[in-house]
């Protein structure tokens, strides 16, 4: 494949799921290659192996670590010819690349020292601190590092001076003047990985930061006292909880409040980056952040909202994706992780998508993983990816392009096939049909995360004990606190339940949460949501608007009579005329009260039936398909069918109009057209048909 001139254009825009280069659609799909790692007189061969694999788009780590030659001074090419980022940004505009740039200050990357420089790392004033009020240490291969405070000012003092270096390099690339399309701020800010709600950051910044967004949040020390149900005398005596120890509703504020104040510090870290970028000349590209993927399938089995605040992050950002590291017999993982990114974003997009493995990493797939979890995560919306790594280096194995250039054929091959399946199927203009939206309860979320009863430090690995740093059925409280059932596990019961029976019933569904605002839900026709006796006031409101919108909501077993701070709250009651079961009317919509998971079958039935036939069904129960249709024209279709199960499938697929075309978009051959079509599936495999439509 040849070189393509670079488009310069003047505007970039994120909207609608689309990455917009004046106006129209932009493919942002490709990879990552890390240009210090590599002898500078390979760059350009390496570059070209890309090109031929038909990526449009190299993905660039820059390391303040790599480049920093003591504080202030820095090398970007003088001394190591490999750092010269300037003359490598120019060469892939050369290649016709478009191009994402990560500049930290945190990269990880398997560094050492994750991207900060070790002067940063021995700061004691900069370090995390966890409950016991010593430091957070990432118990992460090489060797550990201590994890550092974000609420710190002199962090972001340090900061501004790596950013002073680098910005003005980025800037003199970026559009309209080169190909520099995207800049993500910081990376996979999970306080390094501590995801456990008392493990981090008890640093005394981090508590004073605490404490002025409650004094935001409540408007003063008086309205701090009466949430908490305590007597403070002075802000400095309000002290973050350091363990659970809730035994009724009114004990929970606390709780809850420290849950999200972890969740607005990533958010505030990550503005005030974004920020100081903005000001150093990069305020005409868009920014985005990539959280770490979770690791449970959904609410059914952790909190994956908690501390991930998606939507809320994208208030400050221009988009933000999760990473995906994953293998075929993951599919529901998969599933979840990317309709939650399509479901809640504003450009699906996977900053991280596995290619090769990390040298640690205990059980890696091969290339039938490969292109089987890049089916999966596009079937469900993804547009856009970053695959990690193209090309091998130090700590990472098994990519397509080898560090001297060669290339693996296999997986040039795979990846090749990947990038051209897209262009079949037109993929930048085309839409998943998903009318309904299954929303995780941030609320219990955050109550699940915060009643967790284990703590120990953390790390993105599970520890020797197996306890994941994720709240789970061996470590969450299991006390009712009051309530009717335990929220923090009944929640799982009920979000599993939801989604087994939406996958049955064949309905196009998204998964979201709670923190999404009605413009958000209006996107959806249905909006399904576990609710129990407490809901957030503004959540409330949101889904009363979303109702006399015209919006049909599903909910139960509970309709909430108590907000998030345990004081009555009857704003969603109220609006139902206090019918505590069965249907109402509401405005232009209506709610439908489920008291038990054995009804929401029946229910489901009901209401999807005013969906209307879709315009192609798949007959296997066994397998699970989805439908995206051409935002220009709806009789072109893309029809997905993903075979999750260890024994071979055969697949029927029907249209309510006949079928005049179709294209097998991974091989390009064109099938009969005759109805109906008939698909045999291997064990973990996924098909992916364009159909033209009568």
């Known amino acids: 494949m040849g070189t393509v001139p670079l488009e310069k254009t003047p505007q970039l825009e994120v909207a609608n799921q689309r990455f917009l280069i004046e106006g129209e659609p932009g493919a942002l799909y490709g990879g990552a290659v890390h240009y ?43 001394i190591n010819p490999a750092n010269d980022i ?24 398997e560094l050492t020292g994750f991207g900060y420089p070790q002067r940063i790392l021995a700061d004691e004033s900069l370090h995390a601190r ?21 609420a710190a000012d002199k962090f972001f003092e340090e900061t501004a001076l790596w950013y002073d270096a680098i910005c003005p390099i980025l800037a003199r690339h970026a559009y309209p003047k080169g190909g520099l399309v995207a800049c993500q701020v910081d990376n996979e800010m999970a306080y390094f990985f501590g995801l456990n709600y008392y493990s981090s950051d008890y640093s005394e910044a981090s508590i004073e930061k605490y404490r002025a967004f409650l004094a935001e949040k409540y408007g003063s020390l008086a309205g701090i006292s009466k949430a908490h149900r305590t007597r403070y005398d002075a802000l400095e005596d309000v002290d973050p909880p350091r363990k659970f120890c ?83 017999e993951l599919f529901q993982h998969v599933r979840t992780v990317t309709s939650y990114v399509s479901g809640s974003s504003r450009y699906p997009y996977i900053p991280e998508f596995i290619a090769g493995v990390w040298a640690w990493y205990l059980n890696p797939g091969d290339l039938r993983d490969e292109e089987f979890v890049t ?46 399946m897209l262009d079949r199927l037109d993929w930048q203009h085309m839409d998943l049909l998903a009318p309904v939206a299954l929303l995780a309860n941030r609320d219990y ?72 605002d009605l413009e958000l839900l209006a996107q959806r026709r249905i909006v399904v949501l576990t609710t129990f006796e407490f809901l957030s006031a503004q959540t409330q409101r949101t889904l009363v608007d979303y109702v006399r919108q015209g919006g049909t909501l599903i909910i139960g077993p509970t309709i909430p009579t108590l907000g998030a701070d345990m004081e ?38 009901r209401v999807l039936a005013g969906l209307g036939e879709t ?33 071979p499938q055969t697949a029927t697929v029907t249209a309510e109009t006949p079928i005049v075309a179709c294209q097998d978009a991974w091989s390009g051959e064109q099938l009969s057209s005759t109805e109906p079509l008939m698909c045999e599936l291997l064990p973990y495999t996924v098909h992916a048909f364009r159909i033209a439509l009568d």
Not at 398 to 413: L, Y
Not at 619 to 635: F, V, W, Y
Request: proline residues 6%; hydrophobic residues 40%.
């Open 36 to 78: 210090w790692r590599l002898d500078r007189e390979k760059w350009s061969g390496i570059l070209d192996a890309v090109v031929a694999m038909g990526y449009r788009m190299i993905s660039i780590y820059i390391p303040w670590e790599v480049h920093e030659l003591e504080r202030g001074r820095f090398d970007f090419g003088e």
């Open 86 to 109: 300037d003359a490598f940004l120019s060469l892939c505009e050369e290649k016709g690349l478009r191009i994402v740039v990560r500049p930290g200050p945190q990269i990880n990357s």
């Open 130 to 150: 966890n409950a016991r009020g010593t430091r957070v240490v990432l118990t992460q291969a090489p060797r550990p590092i201590p994890a550092l405070s974000y």
């Open 246 to 328: 809730a035994r009724q509703p009114g004990d929970l504020p606390v709780y809850l409040d420290w849950a999200q104040y972890r969740e607005n510090y990533l958010v505030d870290s990550i503005a005030r980056l974004a920020d100081m970028l903005r000001e150093r000349g990069l305020a005409s590209v868009p920014l985005f952040h990539n959280y770490p993927h979770p690791l449970g399938p959904g609410g059914a089995s952790s909190n994956f909202t908690t501390p991930f605040n998606l939507i809320a992050l994208e208030r400050v950002v221009d988009f933000v994706g999760f990473d995906v590291y994953s293998r075929k």
């Open 375 to 420: 089916k999966a995560a596009l079937m469900h919306g993804i547009k856009g990816f970053s695959r990690y790594m193209l090309v091998e280096r130090d700590r990472w194995l098994d990519s397509p392009i080898r560090r001297d250039g060669t290339v693996r054929e296999d997986k040039a091959h795979v990846f090749g096939q990947a990038n051209r």
């Open 445 to 516: 979320d955050r109550l699940e995360a915060a009643s967790v009863l284990v703590s120990f430090p953390g790390d993105f690995l599970e520890t020797p004990s197996t306890f994941s740093e994720y709240p789970n059925i061996l470590t969450v409280d299991e006390s009712d606190i009051g309530f009717q059932q335990p929220v923090q596990l009944a929640k799982r019961d009920w979000f599993g339940a939801w989604y087994e029976n939406l996958e049955r019933s064949r309905a196009g569904f998204v998964i979201s949460d709670t923190e999404a």
């Open 568 to 605: 009555p709250c009857t704003i969603l009651s109220d609006a139902l005329g206090g019918n505590s079961a069965g249907s109402a009317e509401l405005g232009e919509g209506s709610v439908h009260v489920v008291a038990s998971p054995g009804d929401m079958a029946a229910v489901l039935g």
């Open 615 to 647: 315009p192609v069904t798949v007959d296997n129960q066994l397998l699970r398909s989805t439908i995206h249709l051409n935002s220009a024209n709806p009789k072109d279709v893309v029809v997905f069918i993903a075979n999750p199960t260890d024994e």
